[in-house]
């Protein structure tokens, strides 16, 4: 229980029940017309120099009773820590548990009140122990409510949801991609997913030069007209020197949303580029690279991507893990069959991801460890092998297979869908579109006492 998020309203609660509730009230009178009295004095000679004394003596007891409010409830605000309970927190502030009951009570209640993580906030109204109010925001839409009007508890869930604009932007490159998106009025979560769309045909670390340019057509979020963040990219177009690269989101009608190139081929392929975003190659493909460690010439038939210790490694392809563990120079490391006969190795991992183990699949893009420097490693990268039949080929070079194209039945609406998506980075329709939402709602549960 971390007590220090509620020991203060605790102990507010506790005082409220003591006899010094007006106490400080009384002092600020006190001396409130004192000053007045010694004020009154210096402007007012014929003023005795006891007066001030009397004055306080015969009328501070009335001004006090009269400045008396009536007794308000108490308001607590409580941020959940790490193993805290709703059943310690309610003995914590000496609230009533049977209020607590009678609230699990409440039809679809239950759940929104139990599942509680840290850094949520509760706000709750008492008098004396006994509930009268209570609101606990559920998730990003929606608000539990509760009220106790006449003494019988009503909770609603109050829905507050996110209104979505479409949005362009065009810009060149001089530096990096984060940089020029960020220069065009983008976001770094933008810059992220502009460089996941393209992952596949465009190294961003290593390949995108000064002068490249994008254009880029996406979703943004708000709620109560304030911005939340960016939602999806709808189309996109990056030039990598001289050569243009287009992409648009396509929504299948069984709900699968991917990426395509105009013509409806996937941008997507069977394999990414590198297993860690946003990496540097530390060290190529060769068949005589002298060692860092063992400061000899041997091969080294894979690409090493120096990254920092902990950084997320993926999948290159979906799969299934035939080996996990430790495995000499290559430390912790993990293989993935394929099909064709494709392998691929991961090594020098820190560490494995969680409830993974041999004979689990895998898809495109799960993480599978974190890069890390065990066994023969200079400095934290990760190694990675692509074999071909046990036959290792440079991952930087190998044409991987592709993935299946739009079929023929859905074509038509592909087209429908995706080119008036593709018009906008013609400049033909930028003005933000606002899309329609559904209107705030809430649900009402009672019980009685």
Known sequence: MTRPYYVQAAAQAEASNQPR???????CFVGGAILAAAGAQVQNPVLEPDSVAQLAATELPATAEQAAPAVPFEFVAITIGRNDTLDQIFRGLQLRLSDLAELRNLPDVRKSLDIIRPGDVIQLTHLDGEIKSLTRRIDETATL?????????????????LETAEHSLRGTIDSSLY????????TNRLAVELAHVFQYDIDFVNQAQPGDSFTVAYEQQFQDGEFVRDGDILAAEFVNTGKTYRAVRYVAPNGKADYYTPDGRPVRKAFLRYPVDYARISSGFSLARRHPVLNRVRAH??????????????AAGAGRIVSRGRNGGYGNAVVL???????TL?????????GQKVGDSVSQGQVIGYVGMTGLASGPHVHYEYRVNGVHKNPARVTVPKADPIPESLMADFKAQTAPLLARLEGQATAPVQMATAPPAATTSRAGR
Not at 179 to 185: I, K, L, P, S, T
Not at 301 to 312: L, R, S, V
């Open 346 to 354: 991961y090594g020098h991992m820190s560490r494995f991801a969680k």
């Open 145 to 161: 409510s509760v009220t106790r009007p006449e003494g019988v508890f009503s909770a609603s869930i109050v829905e507050n949801p």
């Open 21 to 27: 509730r007006f106490g400080v009230i009384a002092s």
């Open 337 to 343: 069959a394929h099909k064709n006969g494709i392998t």
């Open 301 to 314: 038939k894979g690409i090493d991507f120096a990254a920092a210790t902990g950084t997320p490694i993926k």
């Open 179 to 186: 940089e020029a998106v960020n220069a065009a009025g983008g």
